[in-house]
C-alpha cells in the first residue's frame, strides 16, 4: 500500500506494493492528469520491465527479482523527467542470464543507463542481490559486503531530498532521510 504524501513525497522508510498501485497512485490519478511526462515514463517502464521478462525467459532464471522507485515520479511532481529505479537482481540468476545468450540484453539495460534513459525514460541504479549466510560482517565473502554496501548506499540515496534546481551529488546537508521510496515485484 502507498501512503499519503507529504509536501509532496513519501513519508520516509520503504513501501511495498504492485505495480498496478503505482500506475494508479503516480499516473492516472486526477492529480496528474495535466502532466506531459508521466503516461510516457509509465509507457516507458512497462517496456523496461517487459525486457526483462524476456530475459528471465529465455534464460530460466529469474534476474529481476524486484524494484524500487524512487525520486521525482514518487512524487508529487507534475512532470517529472525519467523513473529513477534500483533493479534488484539476483547475482546468481545474473551470472547464468549472461552465459544464456542474454549479456547483450542485459548490457542494454543495466550497463549504459544514459541510452536507458534515453529509450526507456528509466533510470537504473543496479543491486545485484547475493544471499547472505551470516549477520556477522566477518564472515560475509566479498560478494556479500558489496551487496549489502550497495543496498544501503541505495537504501539511503533513496530517501534523501534535494535541493530545487540542478541535481546536486550526495552531500551532508541532504544526509537526513526525508522521503520514501517504493519496492514492487514486478512479477505479483
Not at 530545487?164 to 552531500?171: A, F, I
Request: proline share 5%; aromatic share 10%; glycine share 6%.
Amino acid at each position: 500500500m502507498i501512503p499519503d504524501l507529504h509536501d509532496g513525497h513519501l513519508p520516509v522508510g520503504r513501501f511495498g506494493c504492485t505495480l498496478e498501485e503505482v500506475h494508479s497512485r503516480f499516473v492516472a490519478a486526477e492529480t496528474f492528469t495535466d502532466s506531459e511526462t508521466r503516461s510516457d515514463l509509465w509507457d516507458g517502464l512497462v517496456k523496461y520491465l517487459a525486457e526483462w521478462e524476456t530475459i528471465n525467459a529465455r534464460s530460466e532464471v529469474l534476474v529481476l527479482e524486484r524494484i524500487w522507485i524512487g525520486g521525482s515520479f514518487a512524487s508529487s511532481e507534475l512532470n517529472p523527467s525519467d523513473v529513477d529505479v534500483s533493479p534488484i537482481l539476483g547475482a546468481a540468476a545474473l551470472a547464468a542470464a549472461r552465459s544464456a545468450r542474454c549479456s547483450k540484453r542485459i548490457k542494454k539495460l543495466i550497463e549504459h543507463r544514459d541510452g536507458v534513459r534515453r529509450h526507456y525514460g528509466v533510470e537504473p541504479f543496479v543491486i545485484e542481490r547475493e544471499p547472505l549466510t551470516s549477520i556477522l560482517t566477518k564472515r560475509l565473502s566479498a560478494a556479500e559486503y558489496e551487496y549489502i554496501a550497495t543496498r544501503g548506499l541505495f537504501d539511503d540515496f533513496w530517501m534523501r531530498r534535494h535541493a530545487r534546481g540542478p541535481k546536486q551529488g550526495l552531500s551532508e546537508d541532504t544526509a537526513q532521510p526525508r522521503r520514501g521510496y517504493l519496492e514492487v515485484n514486478p512479477w505479483h
